[in-house]
């Protein structure tokens, strides 16, 4: 079966700009889950979806948003970006989100910003 | 404050020489442990849940483990395959977000 598709794999912005990521689920999934991952922080959880709902939120500034939509797929956008922002954004996919279900990750998308 | 460490940080391995990853955990009640293999350039791979001490889980040549207070990954007459970084993450009964360790980067040398 198709995995999690994450578009696009690479992105460079510039400071000050916003930019916004997509995620597909793997089909029939509800939950999409969202992460950062920088060298220094390691992965760190920035939200939740299920049923496009946001149901769990890290602790991230207000500059982090996402939505999901009724086939499950799901953006994240991120406002003013900041040189700090550069990381490896993962989105992960699972049927309910439930600690029971496996949670299946994309490749990321690697955003610079310069 | 709820915490994941893990060590080494990095691991060096002969092939063949079996050895221990260590995941320590500090939360207020676990709902479940996770350990995920993540290759450069690739999202995190999903390996095992974990739920209440004593439990044990195997795939080919890892084996999990949890305790109360932390989670093994044995990794048994690994080959080079298995370099990776090894990530440790926890969900607490508190709350559904899922808090992942810094990770052990293994290498296995031919």
């Known amino acids: 079966k198709a995995g999690v598709t994450q578009t696009p794999r690479y992105l460079i912005k510039t400071r000050g700009q916003q930019v916004t990521l997509s995620c597909s689920p793997i089909?029939?999934?509800?939950?999409v889950s969202w992460y950062q991952q920088t060298p220094g922080q390691g992965l760190q959880f920035l939200f939740e979806y299920f049923s496009e709902t946001q149901r769990n939120k890290g602790n991230f500034p207000g500059r982090f948003s996402g939505r999901q939509f009724s086939n499950s797929r799901s953006e994240m956008n991120v406002s003013t970006l900041e040189l700090g922002d550069s990381a490896l954004y993962l989105c992960?996919?699972?049927?309910?989100?439930?600690?029971?279900?496996?949670?299946?990750f994309g490749q990321g998308t690697r955003l610079t910003v310069v | 404050e709820d915490q994941v460490t893990q060590s080494p940080e990095a691991l060096r391995l002969q092939e063949g020489e079996s050895s221990s990853l260590n995941c320590s955990y500090t939360?207020?009640?676990?709902?479940?442990l996770f350990w995920y293999r993540q290759d450069p350039g690739k999202g995190p791979e999903f390996l095992f849940t974990?739920?209440?001490a004593g439990e044990e889980k195997e795939k080919e040549r890892l084996k999990a483990t949890l305790t109360k207070k932390e989670s093994f990954l044995h990794i048994t007459a690994p080959k080079p395959e298995d370099s990776a970084t090894y990530l440790c993450a926890v969900q607490a009964t508190s709350y559904d977000k899922v808090i992942f360790g810094p990770g052990t980067s293994l290498s296995v040398i031919p």
């Open positions: 939360v207020s009640g676990l709902r479940g």
């Open positions: 974990l739920y209440s």
């Open positions: 089909s029939g999934h509800r939950s």
């Open positions: 992960a996919s699972s049927l309910t989100g439930a600690v029971n279900t496996e949670a299946f």
